[in-house]
């Protein structure tokens, strides 16, 4: 259903049972930036009412899941630990050109959206089945089925504002060099690394 090319390495989830805490850290954190990213689409396209409205909505559900995690955090005895750079976010967005006309600008992020909650859907999915904290499995099992609806809906919105055959060429264009990156990671206790 994500159409993802390259599935994560199952053993991904011994590091993450190693290293709980470093991995709650980055969770809240992805959370974070999945509510910042809602809010400069707002801010950069403020025209496309249908978007505003379902990014307001999102902002208000990244950021309860931040809330979520961060009280898990707490829960542990443990505080928030700083943020780190995302590799996979950052490698990713060097796949489109900069530039080009505001519609193009928006359905490349709306992709690099789509793909990032495709990939996060996949690794909760992974949490979920095989974490030995079975509340913690649960946590992402129910975390996952938000991940997948936000990613059905980022890749809607590019295809409902861009050229559906476009659209659909950069998508699959996107997934394989997605599948290039994560040939080199799946090796850290970060959701995306």
Same mark, same amino acid.
């Given at each position: 259903?994500?159409?993802?090319?390259?599935?994560?390495?199952?053993?991904?989830?011994?590091?993450?049972?190693?290293?709980?805490?470093?991995?709650?850290?980055?969770?809240?954190?992805?959370?974070?930036?999945?509510?910042?990213?809602?809010?400069?689409?707002?801010?950069?396209?403020? +025209?496309?009412? +249908?978007?505003?409205?379902?990014?307001?909505?999102?902002?208000? +559900?990244?950021? #309860?899941?931040?809330?979520?995690?961060?009280?898990?955090?707490?829960?542990?005895?443990?505080?928030?630990?700083?943020? !780190?750079?995302?590799?996979?976010?950052?490698?990713?967005?060097?796949?489109?050109?900069?530039?080009?006309?505001?519609?193009?600008?928006?359905?490349?992020?709306?992709?690099?959206?789509?793909?990032?909650?495709? !990939? #996060?859907?996949?690794?909760?999915?992974?949490?979920?089945?095989?974490?030995?904290?079975?509340?913690?499995?649960?946590?992402?099992?129910?975390?996952?089925?938000?991940?997948?609806?936000?990613?059905?809906?980022?890749?809607?919105?590019?295809?409902?504002?861009?050229?559906?055959?476009?659209?659909?060429?950069?998508?699959?264009?996107?997934?394989?060099?997605?599948?290039?990156?994560?040939?080199?990671?799946?090796?850290? +206790?970060?959701?995306?690394?």
């Amino acid at each position: 259903m994500l159409g993802l090319k390259l599935p994560t390495d199952p053993r991904w989830v011994n590091i993450v049972e190693k290293n709980i805490e470093d991995i709650l850290t980055d969770h809240a954190y992805c959370e974070q930036k999945a509510a910042s990213t809602a809010i400069s689409l707002i801010v950069s396209f403020p +025209e496309y009412t +249908e978007l505003v409205q379902e990014m307001i909505a999102l902002v208000k +559900e990244e950021i #309860s899941h931040f809330k979520m995690v961060h009280d898990r955090i707490l829960a542990q005895g443990w505080t928030l630990g700083r943020d !780190r750079k995302d590799d996979y976010v950052i490698k990713l967005i060097t796949f489109f050109p900069k530039g080009g006309s505001r519609t193009t600008q928006l359905v490349h992020r709306l992709l690099y959206a789509a793909l990032i909650e495709a !990939r #996060s859907c996949e690794r909760f999915r992974l949490l979920s089945e095989a974490l030995e904290d079975k509340e913690l499995a649960e946590f992402y099992r129910k975390l996952m089925v938000s991940e997948a609806n936000h990613y059905t809906m980022f890749l809607g919105f590019a295809r409902q504002y861009g050229n559906r055959e476009e659209v659909d060429k950069k998508w699959n264009d996107l997934l394989e060099f997605e599948a290039e990156i994560m040939k080199n990671l799946g090796t850290s +206790e970060t959701i995306h690394g």
